[in-house]
Nanobody
Framework: QVQFAESGGGSVQPGGSLKLSCAAS????????IGWFRQAPGKEREGVSC????????YYGDSVKGRFTISRENAKNTVYLQMIGLKPEDTAVYYC???????????????WGQGTLVTVSS
């Protein structure tokens, strides 16, 4: 059974930074990428960023390009999301997920965690 231990969420002022971490275990052999999506109250789920299983390819949603950086430590099955220049519109619950597909053509989720709340407010 896949389990995700997400951490790093919190409250910051606009322009601030946070780093999310996700330690995954029990991963299925079929996933192709791991990453983060978010969902704000009353809004649709939005793909934020993902990284291929081998770590060679990354994808960022248009709204976070240039501000967020995804990375992973394969030996620890851990993925990180460094977020800088945070904006109020980044406020959402951020979920760590494994994916069959992610990118501009769509996101196909395999499994995901409980989420961690990021609040950006002055």
């Amino acid at each position: 059974q896949v389990q995700f231990a997400e951490s790093g969420g919190g409250s910051v002022q606009p322009g601030g930074s946070l780093k999310l971490s996700c330690a995954a275990s029990g991963l299925s052999p079929d996933y192709n990428a791991i990453g983060w999506f978010r969902q704000a109250p009353g809004k649709e789920r939005e793909g934020v960023s993902c990284i291929s299983r081998g770590g060679g390819r990354t994808y960022y949603g248009d709204s976070v390009k240039g501000r967020f950086t995804i990375s992973r430590e394969n030996a620890k099955n851990t993925v990180y999301l460094q977020m800088i220049g945070l904006k109020p519109e980044d406020t959402a619950v951020y979920y760590c997920a494994t994916l069959f597909r992610c990118g501009p053509m769509g996101w196909d989720l395999d499994a995901w965690g409980q989420g961690t709340l990021v609040t950006v407010s002055s």
